[in-house]
């Protein structure tokens, strides 16, 4: 299963090989400038979201210092929940990073004010190296305005003991809803006396409500952005097959996911069935019982 991608956005006069001012070259792009120099010295600052990225995002900056040694570059990392509003406030006061990750809910806020740089000309990038609906995702009005960092990847994590100790094989390959919830099912029923669940609960948008959805048949956002589908028959499906586990006690319900979330859940050995995507792997590796688990996409 996949799910929304995130990007890594361009603003303002930076790039990799955008650094320089304007040129009275025709064929140079007066906005991104000539392409930089071995020698070109500048700094470049960079804003993240994820502080599990960071060494992924300074192999890169090394890779870069390579054929620019003299442009220094400065990550600044900002937990998820506030980026955002951090990212406006900067906005405001003309103080964007150069470089910055961007998302698909707030990629048209920057795009269609002005302020993420125009990237049709930027040397090295070729939309056509990248799947066409990320691309489309991240152009406004015709024009791309962000260069694809990755796109994210859902899967189902699952710990091989508490399976095997409820009798529950592992998934080989895709697992229907019913399988899942059955598994689910099968270890709260056999283990929930040690309080240990089957799914972990929770209500993650991104890797698992936008998901199920789309594998009903539905849509998060109408294809004009006119219209959400939160109230369309397939998201109905979506919400009454999780909620009907929380009902049926297979999952814990949100006052218990409030304090005990289902990342915690899982990585400390207490539920067998975990719906994440990649972002959390880096996160999930140093687990206490990382050597039990499995993963399935």
């Not at 400038?33 to 979201?49: K, L, R, Y």
């Not at 990392?77 to 698909?104: M, S």
């Not at 207490?270 to 499995?294: F, H, I, K």
Request: hydrophobic share 40%; aromatic share 12%.
């Amino acid at each position: 299963m996949t799910s929304r991608r995130t990007f890594l956005g361009l603003a303002g006069a930076a790039g990799a090989a955008a650094l320089a001012g304007c040129s009275s070259d025709p064929e140079v792009d007066p906005a991104l400038g000539p392409p930089a120099t071995p020698d070109a010295e500048d700094e470049i600052t960079f804003g993240i979201w994820d502080k599990a990225q960071e060494p992924a995002m300074l192999e890169i900056v090394d890779a870069f210092h390579e054929h620019f040694p003299r442009i220094g570059v400065s990550i600044s990392t900002t937990a998820f929940g506030p980026y955002f509003e951090r990212l406006r406030i900067q906005a405001q006061g003309d103080d964007l990073p150069d470089v910055f990750w961007i998302n698909g809910p707030n990629f048209e806020l920057y795009a269609s004010h002005g302020i993420s740089q125009d990237l049709s000309e930027l040397e090295g990038f070729d939309p056509a190296n990248y799947p066409p609906n990320l691309v489309e995702l991240y152009t406004y009005d015709g024009t791309p305005y962000a260069v694809p960092k990755d796109f994210d990847t859902i899967a189902l994590w699952f710990n091989r003991d508490l399976l095997h100790r409820a009798g529950v094989d592992e998934p080989a390959g895709d697992w229907s809803w019913d399988e899942y919830r059955d598994a689910s099912e099968a270890v709260t029923r056999a283990l929930g006396s040690e309080q240990i669940w089957g799914n972990p609960g929770g209500v993650a948008n991104q890797a698992m409500i936008y998901p199920l959805i789309m594998q009903a048949g539905g849509y998060v956002l109408s294809e004009d952005k006119t219209r959400s589908g939160y109230g369309e028959p397939a998201a109905i499906e979506a919400f009454r097959f999780l909620d009907g586990m929380i009902r049926d006690g297979i999952a814990p319900d949100v006052r218990y996911t409030a304090e005990n979330q289902p990342k915690d859940l899982f990585s400390n050995g207490r539920a067998a069935l975990y719906l994440s995507g990649n972002w959390e792997a880096t996160l999930l590796q140093d687990s206490p019982v990382r050597e039990r688990w499995g993963s399935r996409r």
